[in-house]
């Protein structure tokens, strides 16, 4: 057994791209089930820029149920999948094969943010048309009804990929509207920022993808377009994980070609904590009842 492994047993992944992509992929969404099987893993979370992922994890669990993992996905609001619209949010809690397999997140968007945009060089008419937070003054329509829709169908408000100050500003405003369920993306965030978060309710994720070999060379995310995000070490992890203290989440945000296999992706960043010093009994609640008690796994 390779070092780590037992680790896996009854872990949830919450951040996978095995959805369809522009990219190669690893694995593909029922591969992703069997490999997460096969690892004693407890549940997976499927992530996909360019639509609802909740019908890929619907048919997983259809198809798959019987090999114990438990499936489940969500809408990032990128303008490909609808944009930030309370349709498309109302239409994607209700989205899959029956009660109980809609949405379990709702996202803003991740690389049509003017945060991730400004950081990839994009094009002035690109900014104009990217999700930002003001600093001051209401929030964007329709985000406020979507932190409603959120609270009313108990799912999960996830930030996507925003900057600190405006994803402090998302969970307080959150908090105000009933929300009790809210995903961060602190991988970037200093620990003060990820501190606040925390405090406002919300959950503080960290992935694998930001320290490995596949931020050497452009990708594309949501078009044509190749960018690269800058590479970041572990020593910067650790205290952000401090930071974020009983509310700090893993997930490997594998999937893309030039990585392993979520599975391997998740065994890889989890030795590697350990490695950096982090003790097992802190690793464990990261990946298993902290991303069970914010995606209702088993309930």
Do not use: W
Not at 88 to 97: F, I, S
Not at 176 to 193: K, N, Q, S, V
Not at 243 to 272: N, Q, T, Y
């Amino acid at each position: 057994m390779r070092p780590g492994m037992h680790l896996l047993e009854n872990a949830i992944d919450c951040h996978i791209h095995a959805c369809p992509h522009l990219n190669g992929r690893s694995v593909n969404v029922l591969d992703a089930v069997r490999e997460a099987a096969a690892a004693g893993m407890r549940a997976i979370g499927l992530m996909d820029n360019f639509q609802n992922s909740s019908g890929f994890a619907a048919l997983a669990m259809g198809e798959l149920g019987h090999l114990g993992v438990e499936v489940f996905g969500g809408l990032i609001m990128q303008p490909t999948a609808g944009g930030v619209s309370l349709e498309a949010a109302r239409t994607a809690v209700g989205y899959g094969y029956g009660p109980g397999t809609g949405a379990r997140f709702l996202s803003m968007p991740t690389h049509h943010t003017r945060y991730v945009a400004e950081r990839e060089g994009r094009s002035p008419a690109f900014l104009e048309t990217t999700f930002q937070v003001p600093e001051s003054g209401p929030l964007p329509d329709p985000v406020p009804a979507i932190m409603e829709l959120c609270a009313e169908h108990d799912v999960v408000f996830d930030c996507g990929h925003v900057s600190a100050p405006e994803a402090v500003r998302l969970c307080e405003e959150g908090r105000t509207r009933g929300l009790e369920r809210l995903r961060t993306h602190c991988g970037r965030y200093e620990p003060d920022a990820i501190a606040a978060l925390v405090a406002a309710g919300g959950y503080a994720e960290f992935s694998f993808f930001l320290f490995t070999h596949a931020t050497q060379v452009g990708l594309t995310h949501v078009d044509q377009e190749k960018h690269r995000v800058a590479t970041d070490s572990i020593e910067h992890l650790i205290p952000r994980l401090d930071a974020a203290g009983e509310r700090a989440i893993l997930s490997s945000d594998a999937g893309v070609f030039l990585l392993p296999p979520p599975v391997e992706a998740m065994r890889e960043f989890l030795v590697l904590l350990e490695a950096a010093g982090v003790p097992q009994r802190r690793l464990l609640p990261m990946i298993t009842t902290n991303p069970a008690a914010l995606f209702r796994i088993g309930a």
